[in-house]
């Protein structure tokens, strides 16, 4: 398990942002159509990972 956590680091946002592509493009093809509850689980992953790393940046660049 640690080493899925340690091989996802920093690749997270990415991850989501290529998975709403995907099925965005999917479901406009309508090839696959996803549940309307999906849509805002993906947004909600993609914004926590967001602000996960604002944070960890932040962290770095405050004055000391």
């Not at 999906?38 to 944070?55: C, E, K, Q």
């Amino acid at each position: 398990m640690e080493k899925l956590i340690n091989l996802l680091r920093g690749r997270k946002t990415y991850l989501i942002a290529i998975a709403v592509a995907v099925l965005g493009t999917l479901q406009g093809l309508d090839v696959f159509v996803l549940p309307d509850v999906v849509w805002p689980i993906l947004a909600a992953l993609g914004l926590s990972s967001l602000r996960a790393g604002v944070d960890k940046v932040s962290d770095t660049v405050k004055p000391k």
